[in-house]
């Protein structure tokens, strides 16, 4: 009986590789975001849109491999691993086993992070058990323990729907919110994560033409041209030192955005110029005072009705709320909605959507 042939193979036919992610074949691990108070469905929606994140609980979620794309996240404000002991109080953490785990959990997030000093976050911290906390993983991460700066931030809480206790680690040394971009700071200058969400919520379309006033540090202008591309993005401010701050701000984001030193009501534009007017306006605490904007305020919501076109959106941000609110009560041109209140840097500021009536 004649063996049987071989197939016919061509000699440069390669073994094909399994498809897929290779991240997905590593272990996941826990982690939780931080959110500001009132941003929490903005970070949960980005969220949701991370490739292999799995069994997502609003902020909790499992990821394999390296946490590197969650760096990358804009709406929160820190990613954190998670990992729970069934230890009824945080003493239990310094018993032989539990403070092993403990130092080699700390230890693989510091080896990635690159954290040059830790801190403790939790009720109590000032205790004879923090203390003690402290030195044992001081000695075990080879780490100069810092309360108030330390780099490596460890959260210690209570286990959510368990009996025991979860560590929380930081997987950066500074928060997500801290952008890097960030090179040069102004008073009273906007929460970055508060500008990306302003952004989300009023809606990201390549079409639009986006004018931002009174631009001060440009985070608005940099958020925005990091979500992609736009008709056009242009930004303005009377202050020249604030236009200088907000060109060394784009151009450490990589970004070329046209920003000029001019009084954002008297811009000289022709009626209709833009499609998304994004504004983050004086407070009248860091920068301006509550009688200017007194004054302020109804001349720039007149401007910029003359600037935007028919179905254009003006998304702004203020902490004088009993001001705005009150010019846009009972008024003829303008549809308002409100996008969100949140908590900052002791402040309670709102977004706010206005479209033309």
């Known amino acids: 009986m004649p063996r049987p042939s071989r197939p016919k193979t061509s000699p440069f036919t390669r073994p094909q590789k399994p498809r897929g992610d290779h991240r997905a074949r590593q272990p996941a691990h826990e982690y939780v975001l931080e959110a500001l108070p009132g941003l929490e469905e903005v970070a949960a929606e980005e969220l949701r849109g991370v490739p292999l994140a799995r069994d997502l609980r609003g902020l909790r979620f499992w990821y394999p491999g390296e946490p590197g794309r969650l760096t990358?996240?804009?709406?929160?404000?820190?990613?954190?691993?998670?990992?729970?002991?069934?230890?009824?109080?945080?003493?239990?953490?310094?018993?032989?086993?539990?403070?092993?785990?403990?130092?080699?959990?700390?230890?693989?997030?510091?080896?990635?992070?690159?954290?040059?000093?830790?801190?403790?976050?939790?009720?109590?911290?000032?205790?004879?058990?923090?203390?003690?906390?402290?030195?044992?993983?001081s000695r075990g991460l080879n780490l100069p323990f810092d309360p108030e700066e330390g780099e490596l931030l460890i959260r210690l809480r209570p286990q959510e729907n368990g009996p025991g206790w979860?560590?929380?680690?930081?997987?950066?040394?500074?928060?997500?919110?801290?952008?890097?971009?960030?090179?040069?700071?102004?008073?009273?200058?906007?929460?970055?994560?508060?500008?990306?969400?302003?952004?989300?919520?009023?809606?990201?379309?390549?079409?639009?033409r986006i004018f931002n006033p009174m631009a001060g540090s440009g985070t608005l202008l940099v958020e925005r041209a990091l979500l992609g591309p736009s008709a056009a993005l242009v930004g303005v401010d009377i202050d020249p030192e604030a236009v200088a701050c907000a060109r060394a701000n784009l151009e450490a984001a990589g970004r070329n955005v046209e920003v000029a030193a001019v009084d954002a009501l008297a811009t000289g534009l022709p009626p209709r110029s833009f499609d998304l007017i994004v504004c983050d306006l004086p407070w009248g605490d860091a920068i301006g005072s509550h009688r200017a904007n007194a004054?302020?305020?109804?001349?720039?919501?007149?401007?910029?009705?003359?600037?935007?076109?028919?179905h254009g959106r003006l998304a702004v941000v203020?902490?004088?709320?009993?001001?705005?609110?009150?010019?846009?009560?009972?008024?003829?041109?303008?549809?308002?909605?409100?996008?969100?209140?949140?908590?900052?840097?002791?402040?309670?500021?709102?977004?706010?959507?206005?479209?033309?009536?």
């Open 72 to 137: 990358r996240l804009r709406g929160a404000v820190a990613a954190y691993r998670v990992r729970a002991w069934d230890v009824p109080r945080p003493r239990g953490l310094l018993g032989h086993q539990q403070l092993g785990e403990l130092t080699a959990f700390l230890g693989e997030v510091r080896r990635w992070g690159g954290h040059r000093s830790f801190r403790l976050a939790a009720a109590g911290r000032d205790s004879a058990v923090m203390t003690r906390l402290a030195e044992e993983l």
């Open 295 to 310: 004054a302020l305020y109804p001349a720039f919501l007149s401007e910029m009705h003359r600037l935007l076109s028919r």
């Open 166 to 208: 979860e560590v929380l680690a930081r997987i950066t040394p500074r928060p997500l919110s801290a952008r890097a971009w960030r090179v040069c700071n102004r008073g009273g200058g906007l929460n970055a994560t508060v500008a990306y969400a302003l952004h989300r919520l009023a809606g990201v379309r390549e079409e639009d």
């Open 318 to 357: 203020t902490h004088e709320l009993r001001l705005f609110e009150g010019l846009l009560r009972d008024q003829p041109r303008w549809h308002v909605r409100e996008l969100f209140q949140v908590y900052s840097g002791g402040h309670h500021p709102k977004g706010y959507l206005l479209s033309k009536r």
